[in-house]
């Protein structure tokens, strides 16, 4: 009894698995910053690699089935939550698959060129032993080795019926760079009762120089690094193709016209491959990843994978397991939904859960004309000079204010033409002018609009007014340091263009290139106010040279054209055309603002907007100008935070008052609230669907658009649980996510996506995985509540205890499906990685942060099992502490660790000093809580 007691507990207990679920998570988290501080491979070596972490695995695997065991879940017949745990145990069984038995490669075919070579990505020993009078031999070791390997195993082969013994005395890395894997390996190599003393260089992903030494005779050569396969097969390269967004030099697809031949090199079938669209022969996938820079040779990734097809099984059981488990009567959902009903909570609309699913030009020094600077001093001897002097400045500036009064006063309400007429920015996407300047103006005033103008009305200014814009105080500065630099006063936010360049040219100049040698972490708020002035100073100069107004489209041909370079055109009609418009335009604006006659520059438009409607297919449809137009100006995202906020908070003041009054709500004031929520969700959806018909790909691109997402998803989640408390839980959450989206360090502005970002997949992974989000940050505030709740229990106010009961069901049920959602959201980005680029799971730092969360949530969802006491205060902390891991995948991936997710690229932006006091205040909430922590949850 006492041997199966034991096994019952290290092979199905609850105990075993939670820790061991912590362990492993811990493990992962370890690696991602291994990895991003020292390199892939030592996180191969120290982690990923590792036999504890392959036995961690099966341990995890053998725990899963003893837990469905000693749980008696077959005898209870709960059939769906079998099924969808054993989803689990086939996903690890072909994730192991694929680890022990599969490859991944590379091949590089230039044009015309017939190929049946793949480089490995794997790391090799490659033998090469030479002997007179006998053929060669050959062998490949795969090799583990690595400067961070503490175990150098020992390997022995025959060779021509002799041992040859290979033993790894050290290996050090070559460079402190951490993305060069160059190493220097000392091989201790006996054969014949001879040894000889190999150094390597060589690596992960090098290819290595042979080393060789002879043995009586026997020359035997060894390389450490990737090595050759030939395949049964070839590939013929016929043509490779790249096309570019329309104006730019940015990737928008490229693909291989392919011919796949036999081992006679005849045609077996051609075959196209591009991005998203693989070809699959012979046991073998290959992927377009990239191309030669001349781009007549293309870059094929390779992957063999025999455990593909069990880990897609596994995947298509987890989902319909989620699924099944959001229906199953027996299920802890359901049973929470009876819970809270019982309760006279408001139950769940289930349905409705399962329906959601720069360009850098630098200023030139001294080639910038300053018309309008300020005079240089005077001596005092010269005092009729300078009295001179002075009174051209003052004539000048009266000139400036005049025309800013008169631009201001009668441009207002005339401008719409203006802000109809199409441009091509520098990533090549075409655009309402009035996008380009909400966009540039913010970027240079950090405000909307300026002295009163709007955004169209400030920029056509700097176009067609430069000499008078360039002595106006507009662009932002954030440190008195740099204005002192700069020689205005420290206490003046905002500086001229011309105040940026003094006798000897820009005086930024040594700043931004001494700053651009330092890593982005070592960078002082100096150094970032410098680089962001630098970048506002390159667009006015883009604004001030007609650069920025790429306007006339050049014929058969997807450019487009500034006014300058549309002058210069080899067309002599664009020339003409260009020419013509742009003195009509001049002469119209002036008269415009001078006498309030538009009707000049309101024909000219019209003249412009045909031409580019003749010469170029890239027009936009009216609809579409008129929606981006309004996208603008409504701002709809923007407008609902303080709402949100404000909904979230009267309704939390609301709650804690009927609490203590022990009685619920009025119904009315429940359904005004959710009412109102249900508005601003509307509106709220509305947006997103129209920043999806801009920007022509769905509205979670980028980080901006994620947190409008997140923001979205959390105030759903509010509305499916329908709850006083999940309500104004997910109102606040939905508003200060909408707070952080427009701090200032997301960028709003609608982008191309590249070309690996184009898939149907992307939109399926990101919708789910994002929304997931939005519930397990609604899970945190809950929990927050649910503390705060604990600390003002009373034996006086005993309400109290059911309302944090209640609290608790809602958590969990929300928990439930944001578990889900991030479950199935991360493992369908694993699909959307292998259809892309031929691998489903590669360790990447926000892959293994998905998972990590998923592991956190598994835990808090089971620590039931272990049957706290007071499992209601452990549940609720647990769900405050847990939303780190999604903070943690979410921000933290993204601009502190290095992977394709990263925008920061490892580089780490500092972190900000309230997230010290926002952590610290919640382990004080849950160590205040904790005091009146012992209240046991009723049986569910």
Known sequence: MQLRAFLGFFLGSFWAAIPVMITYATACALATFIENDYGTPAAQAVVYHTWWFNALHAYLLV???GSLITSKAFQRKRWVSIFFHLSFVVIIVGAGITRFFGFEATMHIREAATSNSITTSDTYLNIQVSKPDVPPFYTALKSELSPFSRHLPIERIQVYNQPLILEPLSVRKQSADKKDNRALLELKVTYGGQSRLYAITGGPGIEGQSVSADFSGVRIAINWGVTTKKLPFALKLKR????RYPGSMSPSSYASEVEILDDQGKLIKPYRIFMNHVLDYGGYRFFQTSYDRDEKGTILSVNKDPGKTITYIG?????????ALLFSRSGRFQRLSLFLKSQKITGLLLACALGFGGVHLRAQ???????????APTPLNDMGKAALEQQKVAAHNAGIITRMKNLKAHSKGQLRLFQRLQVQGFDGRIKPLDTLSMDLIHKITKQDGFKGMDNIQVMLGLMLYPDDYKSIKMIYTSTPKLRQILGVPKNQARVAFIDIFG??????QNYVEEINQKSPKDRDEFDKDVLRVDERVNWMYTIFSGAILKVFPEKHSTTWLSPADALKSTDADLAKTAKDILRDLFTGFDAGVDSNQWTEVNRTLEALGAYQRAHSSLTLSPSKVDAEIFLNHSNFFNMLTLPYIVLGLLLLVVVLSATFQNKPPKAWVHWGFYGALLLCALAH?????????????SPWSNAYESMLYIAWAAIIAGLILRSNLALCASSFLGGISLFVAHLGFMDPQIGNLVPVLKSYWLNIHVSIITASYGFLGLCFILGVLTLLLFVLR???RPNIDSTICSLSAINEMGMILGLLMLSVGNFLGGVWANESWGR????????TWALISIAVYAVILHLRFLRFEFMPYVFASASVIGFYSILMTYFGVNYYLSGMHSYAAGDPIPIPSFLYFFVAGTFVLIIVAGWKRRLVMPKI
């Open 63 to 65: 725990l899963i089935l």
């Open 240 to 243: 490779f193709e790249l096309e």
């Open 315 to 323: 995947y298509a059981g987890l989902i319909l397991g989620a699924i």
């Open 365 to 375: 020094e001294g080639k910038i004309d300053m018309h309008g600077g300020k005079s």
């Open 503 to 508: 006798p000897h040219g820009y005086k930024l």
């Open 685 to 697: 959806t509305a947006g997103l669907l129209l920043r999806w018909y801009v920007s022509e790909h």
């Open 794 to 796: 009373s034996p006086k």
């Open 840 to 847: 489903y799971w590669g360790w990447d730092a926000k892959e």
